[in-house]
C-alpha cells in the first residue's frame, strides 16, 4: 500500500511534462455555475482567510526535499489558526497540504507523542524566512513576534515536487527549516523567493534581532535532537462493525 517516503509507481499522473493537474479545459457552463453560486454562497469559512505567508517547508522523512509554501492563514481565536497551503500564489495554484498552528499553552497539553509531531517557528521567522508578502515590516512585526513561539503540524497531501499530477499516496509530515546543517533552506530556493517579491532574507534576519528567541519545548523539531523523522504508511485494516441498534 501507499507510504508517504516512497513514489509511487509509474502512471499517467505520477510524472510527465503535461500540465498540473491534468483535465480538460473548464466549460463554459461549470464557469456560469461557479459564478452564480460564489455571488450567492457565503463562503464563510473561506473568507475568514486574512494572511497569505511565504515561507519554506523540509519533507520528514527526507530533509533534502524542500519547498516554498504559501499559507492562507485563518484565525479560529487567539491560540488557534489554520492554514491552507498552496504551491504558488497564482490563481489557479494547487492547494498541497494544511497546517495547524497552535499556541505554547495548548502545545503543552498535547500528549507526548503527538508533541513529536509539532515543529516550532522560532528560526523559521528570527531568520527572515518567513514573511508577509506585501505587508510593511511596521505591521507584520507585532505578528512576528506572537507566531515565534508558536508551533505547528503541517501534512502535505500533494507532492508536487517529485512530479505528481494529481495527489498520490499518503499524506506526507512535514518540518520547518532549523539552524543545523540538514535543516537548512538551499540557498537557490531563498534567492527565487527574495527575487519574486522584491524582498531580501538578509535585510530580514537584521531587522529581527530584537525578536526575543522563546525557548522551545524539548519534544518539537524531534529530528533534530532525535535523528529520525516520520513516514506514514497506508494498509487495509478491519472496519470497525457498528454496534447493534438498541
Known amino acids: 500500500m501507499a507510504s508517504s517516503d516512497e513514489k509511487p509507481g509509474p502512471t499517467p499522473v505520477a510524472t510527465g511534462d503535461k500540465p498540473t493537474p ?4 473548464t466549460t463554459l457552463s461549470s464557469k456560469i455555475l461557479d459564478k452564480g453560486a460564489g455571488m450567492m454562497q457565503s463562503l464563510k ?16 522523512h527526507d530533509l533534502s526535499r524542500q519547498i516554498e509554501t504559501h ?9 488557534v489558526l489554520q492554514c491552507a497551503v498552496y504551491d504558488s500564489d497564482k490563481r489557479k495554484a494547487n492547494l498541497i497540504g494544511v497546517e495547524y498552528i497552535i499556541s505554547p499553552k495548548l502545545y503543552e497539553t498535547l500528549p507526548e507523542e503527538e508533541q513529536k509531531l ?6 523559521e521567522i528570527k531568520s527572515g524566512l518567513w514573511v508577509n508578502p506585501g505587508v510593511p515590516q511596521m505591521l507584520e512585526k507585532p505578528e512576528l513576534e506572537n507566531m515565534a513561539c508558536t508551533y505547528g503540524k503541517f501534512w502535505c497531501t500533494w507532492q508536487v515536487d517529485r512530479g ?5 499516496g499518503a499524506p506526507a509530515l512535514m518540518f520547518s527549516p532549523q539552524p543545523v546543517n540538514r535543516g537548512r533552506v538551499r540557498p537557490d530556493l531563498v534567492q527565487r523567493r527574495d527575487e519574486k517579491y522584491k524582498i531580501s532574507t538578509e535585510e530580514l534576519r537584521e531587522s529581527r534581532v530584537d525578536i526575543q528567541e522563546p525557548e522551545i519545548h524539548p519534544n518539537a523539531d524531534y529530528w533534530v535532537k532525535h535523528n529520525k523523522g516520520f513516514a506514514v504508511d497506508v494498509k487495509p485494516a478491519d472496519m ?7
Open 22 to 25: 491534468p483535465g480538460e479545459p
Open 118 to 123: 509539532w515543529h516550532s517557528h522560532a528560526y
Open 45 to 60: 469559512p473561506v473568507k475568514e482567510m486574512k494572511q497569505h505567508v511565504c515561507t519554506f517547508a523540509l519533507y520528514a
Open 240 to 246: 470497525k462493525r457498528l454496534a447493534p441498534f438498541p
Open 71 to 79: 499559507h492562507y492563514v485563518g484565525r479560529l481565536n487567539q491560540d
Open 164 to 168: 505528481d499530477r494529481l495527489p498520490l
